[in-house]
């Protein structure tokens, strides 16, 4: 079975966010996390989301490697 690759515009299409690259330059830009800010702490997600993004890590789940990549986005 194919499975389209997970990219960081199918994550904020999960989290139900705006999902063009401009979309995601404009989040990026406009929601940066200090150094010691977990981003599953980051006060601009919904519950929903935060709950999205720590299942995702503790079940080490296919979405891993994209939310870290949007973490080192936002810490960057």
């Known amino acids: 079975m194919y499975m389209a690759p997970i990219t960081v515009e199918a ?33 601009f997600w919904s519950d929903a989301q935060r709950a999205f993004i720590r299942d995702a890590w503790q079940e080490d ?11 080192a986005h936002l810490h960057g």
Not at 30 to 43: C, G, I, Q, V, Y
Not at 61 to 71: G, N, S
């Open 11 to 43: 994550l904020f299409m999960q989290l139900g966010l705006p999902h063009s690259e401009a979309d995601i330059a404009r989040f990026i830009e406009s929601h940066r996390l200090m150094k010691t800010e977990h981003l599953a702490n980051a006060p």
């Open 61 to 71: 789940a296919e979405w891993v490697q994209v939310i870290d990549e949007l973490d």
